[in-house]
């Protein structure tokens, strides 16, 4: 079964670039969409975007013009970058899968998150 | 954006009651609404998918009913380890969102 796991810095300081990685095991990062989602602490699910492997991309209005995400697929991996970063970007980050067929898209699963404070 | 309105955003019950949570979003989606459960400190799980299907492995307590703008996540029997928030989502336009939560607490 696929398993993604983030990795990257806890601690990011103001208007620098937070980048992250989900590294994915179990399937091929080339088979399917993914997606990145945050959720500041205390507060509701943010969606942040997903690509697919063929450079096909759909970013969230609100964060696009700071958002790229990008594939490794020699390693299996997908990385978020978010430029210009504030204290409001300070949530957990999780990696997911999308699932889809004609009547949904949905993420499933989820790695198990991880935090990043902007601070400095 | 579809703006998306879980109610209510907190519910006390007890073990063994019939728990309803809806989602209501501001233009129909069909039937592209997902549900999720989030325990504290852990990722969010999928439970429900295109509104009414049960997603692998999840309990069939749960179920998902409704199409347009108004859908239901039903917990029948609730246990123990259903005491979680639980996020509606909707896939239908480009710009994905979710419900603000529910909390269900232990009464």
């Known amino acids: 079964q696929v398993q993604l796991q983030e990795s990257g810095p806890g601690l990011v300081k103001p208007s620098e670039t937070l980048s992250l990685t989900c590294s994915v095991s179990?399937?091929?990062?080339?088979?399917?969409?993914w997606s990145w989602i945050r959720q500041p602490p205390g507060k509701g699910l943010e969606w942040i975007g997903y690509?697919?492997?063929?450079?096909?991309?759909n970013y969230n209005p609100s964060l696009q013009s700071r958002v790229t995400m990008s594939v490794d697929t020699s390693k299996n991996q997908f990385s978020l970058n978010l430029s210009s970063v504030t204290a409001a970007d300070t949530a957990a980050y999780y990696c997911?899968?999308?699932?889809?067929?004609?009547?949904?898209?949905?993420?499933?699963?989820w790695g198990p998150g991880t935090l990043v404070i902007v601070s400095s | 954006d579809i703006q998306m309105t879980q109610s209510p955003s907190s519910l006390s019950a007890s073990v063994g009651d019939r728990v309803t949570i809806t989602c209501r979003t501001s233009?129909?989606?069909?039937?592209?609404l997902n549900w999720y459960q989030q325990k504290p400190g852990k990722a969010p799980k999928l439970l429900i998918y295109?509104?009414?299907s049960l997603q692998s492995g999840v309990p069939s307590r749960f179920s998902g009913s409704g199409s347009g703008t108004d859908f239901t996540l039903t917990i029948s029997n609730l246990q123990p380890e259903d005491f979680a928030s639980y996020y509606c989502?909707?896939?239908?336009?480009?710009?994905?969102?979710f419900g603000q939560g529910t909390r269900v607490e232990i009464k």
């Open positions: 690509f697919h492997y063929s450079g096909r991309t």
């Open positions: 989502q909707q896939s239908y336009t480009n710009t994905w969102t």
């Open positions: 179990g399937g091929s990062i080339s088979s399917d969409y």
């Open positions: 233009q129909s989606v069909s039937r592209f």
């Open positions: 295109a509104a009414s």
């Open positions: 997911v899968r999308v699932g889809y067929s004609d009547i949904s898209d949905w993420f499933d699963p």
